[in-house]
């Protein structure tokens, strides 16, 4: 069952990376919470390894009855959003350059469509984005050079700019993903999305 989240609110930061299915699951929801209310989430790209290395925490794949529960618990949910939704049989996916990305699409202004396709291509299609070839077809299906695209991620900037944004999330008390900052309130896990857009109303 589809949830209505018409409200008056007001924007807050979504943290992600598109390796967490449980972040595809929250940025579906929170497209449609731009849409029904008029207004943009800020989209915060940071990588979901790093923050667990610096938390010491371990990746729910590294836990193998925790990440056998996780498979059964995101199609729960997807089922409760009315969400397709189909566990990436390559997972775990390799995110780094891909997040790398979403900082150039930023800067050319095309990232709400970038990120878009990307969470589609892993957690729709069930696309291997860990294969180079499939995702420079995936780059050309949107009208981007692949060499040139990948080539300007690459760059030593960009990558220090993706690790500062990781670092600044840390500091700020983010641990994992999907986060949300609302008020300067943290509120982690896709299932805390109502006490975001309670918090947002205020």
């Known amino acids: 069952m589809q ?6 609110i007001k924007p807050f930061e979504f943290y992600f990376d598109f390796g967490s299915p449980y972040t595809f699951l929250a940025h579906n929801e ?6 029904e209310n008029s207004i943009k989430i ?3 790209p940071v990588l979901l390894g790093g923050l667990l ?3 010491g925490i371990k990746a729910n794949v590294d836990i193998p009855i925790k990440g056998k529960y996780m498979i059964k618990d995101c199609k729960l949910w997807a089922e409760k959003y009315g969400i397709t939704f189909k566990f990436n049989s390559y997972f775990p996916i390799i995110t780094l350059d891909l997040m790398r990305c979403v900082l150039i699409a930023e800067r050319k202004d095309f990232a709400q469509n970038f990120i ?14 860990n294969d180079t070839l499939i995702l420079q077809k995936l780059l050309q299906n949107l009208d981007i050079n692949p060499k040139t695209f990948l080539v300007e991620a690459a760059a030593q900037k960009n990558k220090d700019e993706l690790k500062k944004r990781t670092e600044d999330a840390f500091k700020k008390g983010i641990f994992g993903l999907p986060t949300f900052i609302v008020n300067n309130k943290i509120f982690w896990g896709q299932d805390r999305l109502e006490f975001v857009i309670n918090e947002a109303k205020k």
């Open 53 to 55: 290395k610096s938390a």
């Open 116 to 129: 878009n396709k990307v969470f589609d291509a892993i957690w729709k299609d069930g696309l291997n984005l």
């Open 30 to 35: 929170i497209r449609k919470i731009e849409k």
């Open 42 to 44: 800020k989209y915060m």
């Open 3 to 8: 949830k209505n989240w018409v409200f008056m």
